[in-house]
């Protein structure tokens, strides 16, 4: 006899639905209106200052739903958001700096749920606020620092060489050195030397037959912008640690940008500054030997270079950087023997061997800190955005005592709250190319609260709409098709919640809503071709037979087109888009799922497999 | 119950030259909408900055002008976001203006001058060369999307009838465009995100009509390429017309109780949907039988083994 399940189809489709229900039951839980508190530096909140903040809590009368402490963190929960920002004004008050709260969503998911992995949703920044930065970083500038450092390796490689030459110039934008050499001797031994350095270098000669030209290669140069963009996120997530915001997102997006969205942020102003902020630190030896004079008057010598310190007063620094602040892994503000404010700085291994190298003959010459800031000024470059400067001041100079190491300080700032700042610029990491900003969302947490509400009434007046629709029209097949459009948004839903990336935003929303209009096509066209099996005198069974294998067809050609189109807005859309354009892929497929398998198995359980005189179509 | 109910199927094909000039002409006066008036592009793709606030009670939208150009903004654009407390303050982007630190200085001023109590929705800052970028991007997914599904069609199907649906498609996406120029919608990203789901949705109706031709043309051996297409059409608008009317359902839903940051959205897909029906239904068939298709262009080349089953190789 037509139209009879089997088991086995039976029992997996029934316990992939129920899997799809389990990891979907966690968005029945509203999340919490939350505060989570941690310490900086590293430090970590005790049970006694958890004792002591909800102790500070019942003075000011706020109530709080929950205190729980996890690595170090402590999470309030609260009933709602008006305790929850009274909660933070109140901490903000009273704690002091070595504390961050952060607001933001805790999710309320029951624990047998976690424990298996369930988890809700992701919400978009769109529904739950927070503020959202796209930033460019500046290759160029990245190309030029590498160049500069280039240029400055090849000098010492070539007087260790004894090689003789007459000048290093470098020209960032053709990534290209030219160094003029003595003699063709020299060149030749030159190119020996630098054909075994790196084979990617590409060496040419210039035609005055002294000059060697030599070009860093196509995949050097994307070698080079794959760093400064990895590190620059790296450098950036350390910061937004910093700021301490719960679930940050920084992520990299095309060849030279980076997003960063950190949700329950309302302060723009202070991530800005924070993320902005493109500091870093030079350590160079203060050139005694040349006149200041001289200098100043522009008569620079050719390894030296002419600088300001804080107080206005120039000083001559060599041109080689002894060492940058990427070296840097640690550091932190305290007090000398003086009481005078003092950065502590801790260098990795090849900082500590570099510094080690530079200061080994230099006791007794004085080392300058050259702290450099890229800010974006006035200016507008052509294509509008806005010029970065380099500012660049010396903060200290200090005579060098002994050879130094992996550790040493810094003193000779103005203020210990100077000393603070630095150290944390330091210890957040330099960015190895400036960065601005090109985008910036923010979106108040009330909005996004509404966005939610408006949302969830679209899809359910939506669905109640099309529900009645398909009953009315369909009668008891109607019911089939009901029970699976219900089943298509469980599964949907499920698989929303499991698939780590996704967040869900208010387009995503929007593609839900769709997803319930165009889910039940499959089913009217496999209900209209029943009718049309019928009206042709085929038999109950076969009509609905060959209804649903007919249909199928057709079923599969337009849903792989839809499919296709929704892959290539995946692919080239970014943000929202891409959230429209997973729920409307994800919705394309689990509704060829339930609008054809499900219903064909409710189908067969009530209809197939006996003899029936009429259908209710 | 059923929507039509035909024992004969009706003549589509008899007005094909007249649905062939009206979307001729619809598409020509579109195309001239958008090279005269152009769209109201939206702030992602403009760049600059969009404000919005909240009030407590109606918002005096002359007081907000008056605080903006008091504060230096002259050029800002006040107008009132889906209700009467919410206010949207546009400001284009501006040689040398500190952009990045707009939003902070105009909500402090407001709350200063007008009521403490405004509070910031949200604030959006685009630079000027991401907006360039998203314009080329959208682009290329549409021409992307327009040339992966003449492909697919090609292959499953045959020439005339992919050109008539990528046409279709074309028809469609012209003139969302050329309603939104002609009302002067803004077009942001998220309309541009319908546009692209209209092509899936509109190809997939298509498809289905496609796949009744194809079908019809393997069982009516006796019959012309007309009367054919006709068949197909018929036997399918029943299902055309349901399925165009839960989603249009789930639209209006959409459309009247989504917010205001939806509603670009739900017109663009409400008014492509209607559109892209009528065009599936006519344009793309009409376009394949204007181009000369003919039963013998759908039946499989290979010969078919007696009694294998109907379905179609896949």
New interface residues.
């Given amino acids: 006899m037509l139209n009879k399940n089997s088991t086995w189809q039976v029992c997996m489709v029934i316990s992939l639905l129920l899997l799809a229900l389990i990891y979907a039951l966690p968005n029945l839980y509203p999340a919490d209106p939350a505060l989570s508190i941690s310490a900086t530096r590293g430090a970590k909140i005790s049970e006694q200052t958890q004792a002591q903040l909800s102790q500070t809590l019942q003075q000011a009368n706020i109530p709080v739903k929950a205190l729980q402490l996890q690595d170090g963190q402590l999470l309030l929960r609260f009933a709602d958001t008006e305790a929850q920002l009274q909660a933070q004004t109140l901490f903000n008050k009273t704690l002091d700096h070595n504390y961050v709260t952060a607001l933001s969503l805790a999710p309320a998911t029951p624990a047998w749920l976690a424990r298996i992995g369930a988890t809700p949703m992701k919400l978009g920044l769109?529904l739950r606020g927070g503020v959202h930065f796209?930033l460019?970083v500046d290759m160029q500038a990245a190309q030029q620092k590498h160049m500069n450092d280039l240029q400055q390796r090849l000098r010492v490689e070539m007087r260790q060489a004894d090689i003789r030459y007459r000048s290093v110039q470098a020209d960032p934008t053709d990534a290209q050195l030219q160094i003029a050499l003595r003699s063709a001797a020299d060149l030749a031994s030159l190119e020996s030397l630098l054909s075994k350095r790196d084979r990617q270098w590409l060496l040419s000669r210039a035609d005055d037959g002294v000059t060697l030209l030599l070009q860093l290669s196509e995949l050097q140069l994307k070698a080079l912008r794959e760093e400064a963009l990895e590190q620059n996120i790296t450098i950036l997530r350390n910061r937004v640690n910093e700021i301490g915001v719960a679930e940050p997102i920084v992520q990299r997006q095309g060849a030279d940008r980076i997003i960063v969205q950190l949700p329950g942020v309302?302060d723009?102003?202070q991530a800005?500054e924070i993320l902005g902020a493109t500091a870093s630190l030079e350590f160079r030896l203060v050139n005694t030997q040349a006149d200041l004079a001289a200098a100043l008057a522009g008569r620079v010598p050719a390894d030296a270079e002419l600088f300001q310190t804080r107080d206005g007063q120039p000083i001559l620094l060599e041109k080689r950087i002894m060492l940058t602040g990427d070296r840097i892994t640690d550091a932190s503000s305290g007090y000398d023997e003086y009481g005078m404010p003092q950065v502590s700085i801790m260098l990795d291994a090849q900082g500590g061997e570099l510094l080690s190298a530079g200061t080994k003959n230099a006791t007794g010459r004085r080392m300058a800190s050259v702290f450099v800031e890229y800010k974006?000024s006035?200016?507008?470059a052509e294509?509008?955005?806005a010029v970065l400067i380099k500012q660049q001041e010396v903060i200290n100079d200090a005579t060098i005592r002994m050879r130094l190491g992996h550790s040493f300080q810094i003193t000779g700032l103005s203020s210990s709250a100077e000393a603070q700042q630095l150290a944390s610029l330091l210890r957040a990491g330099a960015l190895i190319a400036p960065i601005q900003?090109?985008?910036?969302?923010?979106?108040?947490p009330?909005?996004g609260q509404?966005?939610i509400k408006?949302?969830m009434?679209?899809i359910s007046?939506?669905?109640l709409?099309?529900l009645l629709?398909?009953l009315?029209?369909y009668?008891g097949f109607g019911l089939v098709a009901n029970v699976a459009l219900l089943a298509n948004v469980v599964l949907l839903v499920g698989l929303l919640s499991m698939i780590p990336g996704a967040t869900l935003s208010?387009?995503g929303m929007?593609?839900i809503?769709?997803t319930?209009?165009?889910a039940?096509?499959a089913n009217?066209?496999i209900f209209?071709r029943i009718?049309?099996e019928l009206s042709a005198g085929r038999s109950v069974q076969q009509a609905i037979h060959e209804g649903y294998?007919?249909a199928?067809?057709?079923i599969?050609?337009?849903?792989?087109?839809?499919l296709?189109?929704?892959l290539?807005?995946f692919g080239?859309?970014?943000?929202?888009?891409k959230g429209?354009?997973i729920t409307?892929a994800l919705g394309i497929l689990t509704s060829i799922f339930t609008a054809v398998l499900c219903t064909r198995l409710i189908v067969n359980m009530i209809w197939g497999g006996r003899r029936v005189q009429s259908l209710s179509i | 119950m059923q929507v039509f109910n035909f024992t004969q199927p009706a003549n589509f094909m008899r007005y094909k030259w007249l649905a062939v000039s009206v979307s001729v002409l619809l598409v020509l006066s579109s195309l001239m909408l958008l090279a005269t008036r152009g769209l109201n592009w939206g702030l992602d793709f403009t760049g600059g900055t969009v404000i919005e606030v909240a009030f407590q009670q109606a918002a005096n939208l002359v007081q907000v002008r008056e605080v903006l150009a008091g504060a230096g903004y002259a050029d800002a654009v006040v107008q009132l976001f889906g209700s009467s407390q919410d206010v949207l303050i546009r400001i284009p982007l501006q040689q040398g203006l500190a952009q990045t630190q707009l939003g902070s200085t105009v909500l402090s001023a407001l709350t200063q001058q007008i009521d403490p109590l405004i509070s910031m929705q949200r604030i959006e800052f685009v630079g000027p060369s991401v907006g360039a970028g998203l314009k080329q991007d959208g682009g290329l997914a549409l021409l992307v999307a327009l040339l992966g599904i003449l492909l697919y069609v090609t292959l499953r199907f045959e020439w005339r009838l992919s050109l008539g649906a990528v046409l279709a498609l074309g028809h469609d996406v012209i003139l969302t465009l050329g309603l939104f120029s002609l009302l002067q919608l803004e077009f942001d990203l998220t309309v541009l995100a319908a546009v692209l789901a209209l092509i899936g949705y509109s190809i997939n109706d298509t498809i289905v009509v496609f796949d009744r031709i194809r079908e019809s043309f393997r069982k009516l051996r006796d019959s012309s390429a007309e009367e054919t297409i006709n068949h197909a059409i018929t036997t399918t608008l029943n299902r055309t017309v349901i399925t165009s009317l839960t989603t249009l359902l789930v639209l209006l839903v959409l459309f009247y109780m989504g917010g205001a940051l939806i509603h670009g959205f739900a017109t663009a897909l409400l008014f492509g949907i209607l559109v892209g029906t009528y065009s599936s239904v006519y344009v793309a068939s009409a376009i394949a039988l204007v181009l000369g298709l003919t039963r013998e262009d759908l039946l499989v080349p290979v010969i078919e083994k007696e009694g294998a089953t109907n379905d179609l190789p896949l």
């Fill in positions: 769109d796209l460019a309302q723009t102003a800005k974006a006035a200016e507008r294509d509008g955005s900003i090109l985008e910036e969302r923010s979106i108040g009330s909005l509404e966005n408006l949302g009434q679209a007046f939506g669905m709409a099309v629709f398909m009315v029209y009668k208010l387009p929007a593609g809503v769709l319930v209009g165009m039940v096509d009217v066209l209209e009718r049309e294998d007919r199928f067809a057709t599969a050609d337009s849903n792989i087109t839809t296709l189109v929704a290539i807005l080239i859309g970014t943000g929202p888009v429209f354009a409307l």
